[in-house]
């Protein structure tokens, strides 16, 4: 019968069991580092201590990302977090594929949201509107009727109300977006 003592030795030392005495560990450091081949001394290195920072520059680091160096600000972080829930929220009550709805994200990333970037146009309206090209674009690509366009939807109309867009600027606004993305060029 065979077990796992029969085969491993707790004792052994030999070559290449992983396990050295402290005899051995001596002499095979002393080959590596000692005598003539002493490369580790003489290594140069790229340290270089004068370039190293002070305990003050770094406690200077830490007071000014304390302070909210590099993060946004509240104002910002709360915008955008309204912006991502109108976007998720008019999504879902539009219906839309997964597919569509990374494509939606995709474009407002590219375009931004920015109201200056559409002449004072609220995000909302941007959001409603990247929805219908979005999905005009896909019926178009599976060979859908007119009648079946999101834009004519109960739906779109009622988000159209609730975010007083009228027909007229949603003509507007999407030609601007698909001027200003390249997912429709």
């Known amino acids: ?42 290594s140069a290195t790229t340290f270089n201590a004068a370039e190293a920072p002070t305990k003050e520059q770094k406690f200077h680091r830490l007071y000014k990302l304390n302070q909210g160096k590099g993060e946004q600000s509240r104002r910002d972080t709360i915008r955008a977090s309204h912006i991502n829930n109108d976007l998720e929220t008019f999504m879902s009550v539009l219906e839309m594929p997964l597919r569509q709805r990374q494509i939606v994200r995709d474009i407002i990333d590219e375009v931004g949201i920015d109201s200056n970037t559409f002449g004072g146009v609220t995000y909302e309206k941007i959001i ?58």
């Open 1 to 42: 019968m065979y077990t796992v003592r029969s085969h491993f030795d707790p004792f052994d030392r030999g070559i290449g069991n992983g396990s050295s005495s402290g005899e051995d560990d001596y002499i095979d450091q002393g080959r590596i580092y000692g005598g003539d081949n002493d490369w580790a001394n003489q």
């Open 128 to 185: 409603l509107t990247t929805c219908s090209l979005v999905a005009d674009e896909a019926l178009s690509q599976n060979g859908g009727s007119f009648s079946d366009r999101l834009f004519l939807s109960d739906k779109y109309k009622e988000l159209m109300r609730a975010t007083n867009m009228g027909s007229q600027d949603h003509r507007k606004l999407r030609v601007k977006i698909r001027d200003k993305s390249s997912h429709f060029d």
